[in-house]
């Protein structure tokens, strides 16, 4: 087994408020929310609850084990570490997050990169993905998965 670099993100993804559930979550949003319009970005950013990161190897469009060894990946995203990037920002009254994150998938020894590559575009990597607290989007510029 080997691991390999992969990039995963997201653009512009609008948070979808009618879903959510938990109170608590609702308001820190509201709060993020008030911030940026005040254009304060940075403090938005620090009312927002944890973000947690999924990679759902189950969710490609082929069998996952072509290329990786093990199918699904959690963590919860960490603001500060250089291999998360998080931007949060207003479009008309939609909060929206744009997120990217680099993460180590486990793949067969031997694995060609560009092979792997090509393998994660073609079969739907971007959506087998998703980084959100306890909340859905309504929509976004879409993404993408590649190698690092």
Known sequence: MAQVKIRWSIKRASINFDEIEDQETKVALENAMSLCHEGQY???LRKLPTINFEFDGNL?????????????????LDYHSS?????????EDNLFLSIAVNFALDVHDGTDLEKLNEWLSENAAWAAGNAA?????????GGECCVC
């Open 42 to 44: 940075e403090n938005a």
């Open 60 to 76: 490609l469009d082929v069998d996952y084990s072509e290329f990786l060894t093990k199918s699904i990946y959690s963590f919860d």
């Open 133 to 141: 607290g306890m909340w859905s989007y309504s929509d976004d510029d």
């Open 83 to 91: 291999d998360t990037s998080i931007q949060i920002g207003m479009q």
